[in-house]
């Protein structure tokens, strides 16, 4: 429509439409990618060779998605906020370009999954020789015939199908794993069809 001029002779409001979904969609189409090629590299043998250890401060790579995620957010009409520890939290061992990138995608699906008026939060604490990351929301949550199947490639839960048809179901894989190569590090979930879902990630302090 752009090309043969047609766009044109529809209202100004109609076209910057017509832009804003173009953008949108060429976001989301790159986040698929992204994920089908990190998908892709994770499933190689040596993939766990790859990965660079180093002390990392998770509050300030949770500040960094936080910010990059609080646009989508805020344009899905959701309440997003992130509550960090009072105390400065202990280092932890990571790779922090792959840590980020679980983080990440696990507020990605939070944004996609949770409805309008809907609220995520995140909170970040210490306990006992541990930093404790929660990530919650009150979207639809994940129907209990498919919380064993989350994990795997390309598996998508059944309202999420539905729903969402435009997602390949690579997030939570690529979550679990990351979390699987980290040392030390836990991850568990609940969820209830229809009243949200809390991931909990736990990682060892660096001594």
């Known amino acids: 429509m752009f090309r043969d001029k047609s766009v044109y002779k529809l209202p ?7 832009i804003e979904n173009i953008y949108k969609k060429t976001l989301e189409l790159h986040g698929t990618i992204e ?7 994770m499933s190689t043998k040596d993939f766990a060779k790859r990965l660079n250890f180093v002390p990392v401060q998770i509050e300030d790579l949770i500040k960094e998605v936080y910010k ?14 992130y509550k960090k520890s009072k105390n400065k939290l202990s280092l932890i061992s990571a790779d922090k370009k792959y840590l980020k990138l679980a983080i990440a995608n696990l507020i990605d699906n939070a944004i996609q999954y949770t409805k309008e008026g809907g609220k995520i939060e ?4 210490k306990l006992k020789d541990n930093v404790i990351i929660k990530i919650k929301d009150t979207g639809m949550g994940i129907p ?11 598996y998508r839960a059944s309202n999420a199908t ?3 048809t435009d997602y390949p179901g690579l997030g939570l894989f690529i979550v679990k794993k990351v979390l699987d190569l980290h040392p030390g590090a836990k991850m568990s979930f609940k969820s209830k069809e229809g009243n949200g879902t809390c991931f909990t990630l736990s990682f060892p302090i660096v001594r």
């Open 122 to 125: 995140i909170t970040a604490r």
């Open 162 to 164: 539905t729903t969402y």
């Open 35 to 41: 994920n089908i090629l990190a998908a892709s590299e």
């Open 12 to 18: 100004r409001k109609t076209q910057e439409q017509f």
């Open 68 to 81: 990059d995620s609080l646009k989508d957010a805020k344009k899905e009409g959701l309440f997003f906020t």
């Open 144 to 154: 209990k015939k498919d919380t064993k199947g989350i994990f795997k490639k390309f």
